[in-house]
């Protein structure tokens, strides 16, 4: 599976970006999907994630009620819906999967495919 992030870029506080990942290679419906980010000088952190079977979704603390992760299986696409912006949303985000349900959703070890990263700047 090869996955292509984009849709990242400057945005203000409080502003919002939906971030897409678009798959190839193989079909991302039955897939468990995520977004992880990594500022500098710290660990990849997880983000959100989507089960594939059921669709259920799972965020992390800090984005809870501001993000939604989706996903357009029509298009092989996933998206990062980014509302409410703030100075320590920023990081580089980046998308990935894996083909059967882990547990351990947030933990990025779990995942087999990754895109390459796009730029998130939250300035105040």
């Known amino acids: 599976v090869q996955l292509q992030a984009s849709g990242g870029g400057l945005v203000q506080v409080g502003g919002s970006l939906r971030l897409s990942c678009a798959a190839s290679?193989?079909?991302?419906?039955?897939?468990?999907v995520a977004w992880f980010r990594q500022a500098p000088g710290t660990e990849r952190e997880f983000v959100a994630a989507?089960?594939?079977?059921?669709?259920?979704?799972y965020y992390a603390d800090s984005v809870k009620g501001r993000f939604t992760i989706s996903r357009d299986n029509s298009k092989n696409t996933m998206y990062l819906q980014m509302n409410s912006l703030k100075p320590e949303d920023t990081a580089v985000y980046y998308c990935?999967?894996?083909?059967?349900?882990?547990?351990?959703?947030?933990?990025?070890?779990?995942?087999?495919?990754w895109g390459q990263g796009t730029l998130v700047t939250v300035s105040s």
């Open positions: 989507r089960r594939g079977s059921t669709n259920s979704e």
């Open positions: 290679g193989r079909t991302l419906s039955s897939t468990q």
């Open positions: 990935t999967s894996r083909l059967n349900w882990s547990t351990q959703y947030y933990n990025p070890e779990q995942y087999s495919y």
